[in-house]
């Protein structure tokens, strides 16, 4: 079975520091991988993707994402945090096979402080 | 930009009461997905659609209808609610339907079932 572990519930920086989200996966096939974001009061937006191809992926906002099969992680990253990107952070499966169905962590709450 | 719009944004129901959450997509995406977001919990998938006519169910359905009358609206439907169901339902619509599918939300609604 599929599954998506984002093991850091809450995490908080100070702004400039360097951010990193943490996710790792579990999935016997090559997997698709997402990183989605929901700023508060607001609904979740597609941040980036890993198909295939390049292991460090580029998505909005200056965010990226490195794909590591050897630990099976997934993990977001920003260099420089801003105080804007305080907000919920969904690491997220693609399911594979006939139906691509997303399987979503738990999530992290990102908080950057001034 | 692609627009899901949910209603009501917010509800609050009696236990034993029918509920019907809305959604309408203006991107003409073939597929749409209700889901429900709980704490310590990550987006659960409920019903999906890849069409007018059509629902499948996801991974949580029980308790749960689910109705696709046209390409743009995608219905949930709380026959018998119970406070078990309080939660957030998101809707989302899907870009492609592959593993490359990028998901566009709504903003929520918020369900209290008392």
């Known amino acids: 079975a599929q599954s998506v572990d984002q093991p850091d519930a809450h995490v908080t920086l100070s702004e400039g520091a360097s951010l990193e989200l943490r996710c790792s996966y579990s999935y016997s096939a090559a997997p698709y991988l997402f990183w989605y974001v929901q700023y508060p009061g607001q609904s979740l937006q597609f941040l980036l993707k890993y198909i295939t191809g390049d292991t460090v992926v580029k998505g909005t906002k200056g965010f990226e994402a490195e794909f590591r099969k050897s630990n099976s992680s997934f993990n977001l990253k920003k260099s420089p945090a801003h105080w804007s990107d305080s907000a919920k952070y969904f690491c997220?499966?693609?399911?594979?096979?006939?139906?691509?169905?997303?399987?979503f962590g738990k999530g992290t709450l990102l908080t950057v402080t001034p | 930009e692609a627009a899901v719009t949910q209603s009501p944004r917010n509800k609050v129901a009696v236990t034993g009461g029918k509920v019907t959450l809305s959604c309408n997509q203006t991107n003409n995406h073939n597929n749409m997905y209700w889901y429900r977001q709980d704490t310590g919990h990550g987006l659960r998938l409920i019903h999906y659609?890849?069409?007018?006519?059509?629902?499948e169910k996801g991974d949580i359905p029980d308790g749960y209808k689910a109705s696709r009358p046209s390409q743009e609206n995608f219905s949930l439907i709380l026959e018998l609610a119970t406070p078990s169901q309080t939660s957030v339902y998101f809707c989302?619509?899907?870009?492609?339907?592959?593993?490359?599918?990028?998901?566009?939300f709504g903003h929520g609604t918020k369900l209290s079932v008392l």
């Open positions: 997220a499966l693609e399911r594979g096979g006939s139906n691509y169905k997303l399987t």
């Open positions: 659609s890849y069409g007018a006519g059509s629902t």
């Open positions: 989302a619509s899907g870009d492609s339907g592959g593993p490359n599918e990028r998901l566009f």
